[in-house]
């Protein structure tokens, strides 16, 4: 007698499912956040005096000099910080992941330190250093070989000084793009040109450089375009020597009076001259300069440096004490010292600085919970909507989910200067008002960190086997059960990154916070620039610092969660 078996269908869950519903939410959402800003940007930049349509703005733009001096002075400073990134990042990305350098995973660790510390502060760190009249370096050069008062042996108040500065935190792009593509680089290649009797140092000119050459022009034109978008670094060190850049310029054309044409017309060619450069960059990542045959490669060739291993110190532990290590004694120093200008004895050293800013500086309160709510709130949403978007375009949940995920990475390409002038437009008229109030801060930084929680959760979302969540859905539970019950969990560590990422991203960010704050408004970042121009140097380094450990505090803490959860999670 035969057997007869019936398969019965899957049996899904008769709840309503409302994933389409929040697809279209987060359409509207994400649309709201880009499209709108950029819509009032190009309207006010074809708005004439009179209300009128009018190229009026464009026409000033291309025909003022005062207006297009910026943009040379702007394109001719990030090209020279994206020559200079590479000239320091390349070298020691070398050492760092093809030499047996002592202390690596250490070089490493101060390098990322630079990605923590927020540019605007650094700059601040090197007018205590490299300040023509009172720079400690000059200080020091002055005692040491018996110079006149007013004799500066280095002066960071000039184009160079700019160019060198915003280097020192733009390098660490270069550097993390060359190491990861050095540590990939099959060492088949490296034997080949070995074996055929190549020396070292041919092989790495003939071989290992142009294999990474694609990796460094990448990381140079990220440098190029952090400089061209930055407005910290420059307004605390090219004003006060008497030029403008872009950045620097549209911040001044919303100073009395304003002139919100003029800033929109201005903000237009940046943001495509941005557009053109992540193209650029995403398309020499993307070619394939070499293809690996046959099963796995051999570990990387590690080359023993010997005789050249103290010159080689020497020029890590130079790279990183101008970029890490004097920035941070700088700021310390500062902040713990009565009196800049006497020599850092025990007379001198005092925690004044420190009381006057925590609990004598009336502004020092409303900043740091603002900053706080803000940097929790951003991260919060941004996180929440960078999962969800990120879950839609992988699993392509949705018809058009790609309009997601082009929607989520557009805001990279917008700097934060452009979106400040954007968001300013958009938020300062009816039906929204929302300047003066940190609702415009909240969807600011939401808008400038998107793209890359996005992009860290996409990638971790990829590693994630389909078949898990089609078991979810299989034994009866909707998509947004299956994302929040197993989906979720499995990216828990991918999450806390992100959430990271954003949340230092907000405290730090300043470009577009500086158009959008007003006295009741204001955070840490723009106190701590406020402070600069009065000269108040211990305070803003007490500032720097406690922005500082908030950061470091942050990432360990969140380093430390997945592992709680862990042990937290009975066996």
């Known amino acids: 007698m035969a057997l007869v078996i019936e398969v019965l269908p899957a049996r899904r869950s008769q709840r309503p499912d409302f994933f389409k519903p929040v697809a279209v939410f987060l359409v509207v959402v994400l649309a709201i956040l880009v499209v709108l800003p950029l819509f009032w940007l190009a309207v006010t930049s074809l708005t004439g005096k009179n209300g009128e349509l009018s190229f009026e703005n464009f026409t000033a733009l291309f025909t003022d000099p005062t207006l297009r001096k910026p943009f040379v002075l ?48 650094g700059a601040i760190a090197w007018e205590i250093l490299a300040a023509p009249n009172s720079g400690l370096i000059n200080e020091f050069c002055r005692f040491l070989f018996g110079l006149d008062p007013y004799d500066a ?84 060190l ?60 051999g570990e990387p060739r590690i080359m023993k440096l010997g005789a050249w291993r103290w010159p080689a110190l020497g020029f890590v532990g130079f790279i990183l004490g101008l970029t890490v290590i004097l920035p941070y004694a700088a700021l310390l120093r500062t902040a713990l010292s009565r009196h800049l ?39 919060t949403i941004c996180t929440a909507l960078a999962l969800a978007t ?25 700097p934060g200067i ?24 909240l969807i600011g930084f939401v808008t400038i960190e998107l793209p890359g929680g996005y992009q860290q959760l996409s990638a971790a979302m990829q590693g994630i086997d389909a078949g898990l969540e089609e078991a979810g859905r299989i034994l009866g539970a909707t998509r947004l059960t299956v994302l929040r019950q197993i989906t979720a969990p499995l990216l828990r560590t991918s999450i806390i990154a992100a959430w990271c990422f954003v949340f230092i991203g907000t405290i730090r960010e300043l470009s577009a916070t500086i158009l959008l704050t007003t006295a009741n408004t204001k955070l ?10 009065s000269g108040d140097l211990g305070a803003i380094s007490v500032l720097g610092i406690v922005l500082m450990a908030i950061s470091f505090a942050v990432v360990l803490i969140a380093n430390r969660l997945p592992l709680l959860g862990r042990r937290a999670t009975p066996q």
Not at 87 to 100: G, K, M, N, S
Not at 524 to 533: A, G, H, K, R, T
């Open 74 to 121: 702007a394109v001719s400073m990030s090209a020279g910080v994206g020559i200079l990134s590479c000239l320091l990042a390349t070298p020691l990305a070398w050492l760092v992941a093809r030499t047996d350098l002592p202390g690596r995973t250490l070089v490493r660790a101060l390098v990322t330190a630079s990605f923590v510390t927020p540019p605007f502060l």
């Open 153 to 236: 042996v280095v002066d960071i108040y000039t184009m160079e000084g700019l160019i060198f500065v915003i280097s020192c935190y733009t390098f660490p792009y270069v550097f993390t793009l060359v190491a990861n593509a050095l540590d990939r680089i099959p060492a088949d290649l490296e034997e080949a040109s070995a074996i055929l009797g190549a020396g070292t140092f041919t092989t790495l000119r003939r071989v290992t450089i142009p294999l990474v050459l694609p990796a460094m022009l990448a990381g140079s034109l990220i440098a190029v375009l952090q400089a061209l978008t930055m407005f910290g670094a420059p307004a605390i």
């Open 238 to 297: 090219a004003l006060p020597a008497g030029f403008h850049v872009i950045t620097t310029k549209i911040w001044s054309l919303f100073q009395y009076p304003p002139r919100l044409g003029l800033a929109a017309a201005a903000a237009l060619p940046l943001l495509a001259v941005t557009v053109i450069l992540l193209r650029a960059q995403r398309w020499i990542l993307g070619r394939r300069t070499y293809t690996v045959i046959g099963g796995k490669s």
């Open 341 to 379: 200008s006497e020599p850092f004895v025990w007379s001198n050293i005092t925690l004044h600085n420190f009381h006057f800013v925590l609990f004598e500086l009336s502004a020092t309160k409303l900043a740091l919970q603002n900053t706080l709510v803000l940097g929790f709130s951003a991260a």
């Open 390 to 414: 990120a879950y839609f375009v992988s699993r392509r949940a949705v018809p058009g989910s790609k309009i997601l995920g082009l929607l989520a990475t557009a805001p990279v390409a917008i």
């Open 418 to 441: 452009v979106l400040g002038v954007a968001l300013f437009l958009s938020y300062g008229r009816p039906p929204f008002m929302f300047y003066g109030t940190l609702w415009i801060l």
């Open 524 to 533: 840490v970042s723009v106190i701590i620039y406020d402070l600069n121009e």
